[in-house]
């Protein structure tokens, strides 16, 4: 089965080192960041979320694959704001290697599906971060 670009750009062995683990995968984790779905604003469609950041809020939309970042308009990639709706949602799971201590709290915390942490089996489990 062929793998969408989002699992290609994220493809990671959640069970192994953080090798392939680049610096927009571990800000998405890190950085203090809220994404808001269409349940807290109803003006987004399904696959649209709002992704609060200190410095801004940016618009993603998961079905076009697109976020009104500079990084992804100007250079084209995958960036932590598409990344940080990834792991929050649970499409993703976060590697089981990184240190929760290290995850920013707000991850998930206002959509209603569940970020994914990899266990050592190969299996995922619900992230119940460590606070």
Known sequence: MPMSSADR??????TTGPGTFDERAAKALTESMS????R?????????????????TYHVDM????????D???RGVRCKHQRRVDYARGAVP?????DRSAIDEQLG???????RIATADGRTEVFEPDV
Do not use: K, Y
């Open 94 to 98: 976060i590697p089981g290697w990184v």
């Open 72 to 74: 992804a308009l100007h």
């Open 63 to 70: 079905v076009a694959e697109t976020c009104d970042c500079p």
């Open 9 to 14: 750009s994220d493809a990671v062995d959640a």
């Open 35 to 38: 994404v808001l779905d269409d």
């Open 109 to 115: 915390q206002h959509l209603s599906a569940s970020p």
């Open 40 to 56: 807290l604003d109803h003006e987004l469609r399904d696959e649209e979320f709002l992704v609060v950041t200190p410095t801004g």
